[in-house]
């Protein structure tokens, strides 16, 4: 009995360090390796030496006066309240409802209709992403047509010329392993740094 028991704390003390101190030691090490070292920390992004947010992370801007909104909107989330109200990026969820659903098809009707009011466009026009929720609700690109009907709101509101702003978009599109996007955060940045000058 005692032979097994010390067999057993043996075989405990081994795995503790083994799973408990070099694991998390060397999963720590490899993400000090250069070029490795941002994406382990999340991808923060930084301006002016302030951490502004996640090249991972969509947050939607949050609007405070609707008749000035100079802000590119990411996906919508199927956890905010307002169909087309911003994300809380500390929780993400999928709305798990099939394209039959009524409640679904509602929602997305609603968004559909608020976006193109948005933009001043005709329904027809407002792209797929623009009104259907990703399974976490925090996608940080939206596809490059969203963004380009969101262009000329942006551009009036921010003093610059449709030329300019869609200049930003090629310039913050990316080719990814399905069709290309444009990083929300990103554009915005570039949208404020220019409207600085």
């Not at 030329?163 to 996007?181: C, K, M, R």
């Amino acid at each position: 009995m005692v032979k097994q028991a010390w067999a057993g704390l043996r075989i405990l003390i081994v795995l503790t360090v083994i799973t408990g101190i070099l694991y998390p030691l060397g999963v720590w090490a490899v993400s000090r390796i250069p070029g490795l070292e941002s994406t382990a920390e999340g991808s923060i992004i930084s301006q002016n030496g302030q951490n502004v947010g996640s090249e991972l992370i969509g947050i939607d801007p949050v609007a405070q006066d609707p008749n000035h909104d100079p802000w590119f909107h990411t996906r919508p989330s199927a956890l905010a309240k307002d169909p087309l109200g911003p994300a809380d990026p500390s929780s993400s969820a999928a709305s798990n409802k099939g394209a039959a659903n009524e409640d679904y098809v509602k929602v997305v009707q609603e968004r559909k209709d608020a976006i193109a009011k948005r933009e001043n466009v005709d329904p027809a026009q407002v792209p797929a992403d623009a009104v259907t929720a990703s399974a976490s609700g925090l996608d940080p690109q939206i596809s490059p047509a969203y963004a380009r009907l969101q262009a000329p709101r942006v551009a009036r509101e921010n003093g610059l010329s449709e030329v300019q702003v869609n200049a930003l978009i090629s310039e913050n599109t990316t080719q990814g392993i399905g069709e290309p996007g444009v990083n929300v955060l990103k554009l915005n940045l570039a949208v404020r740094a220019m409207k600085r000058g």
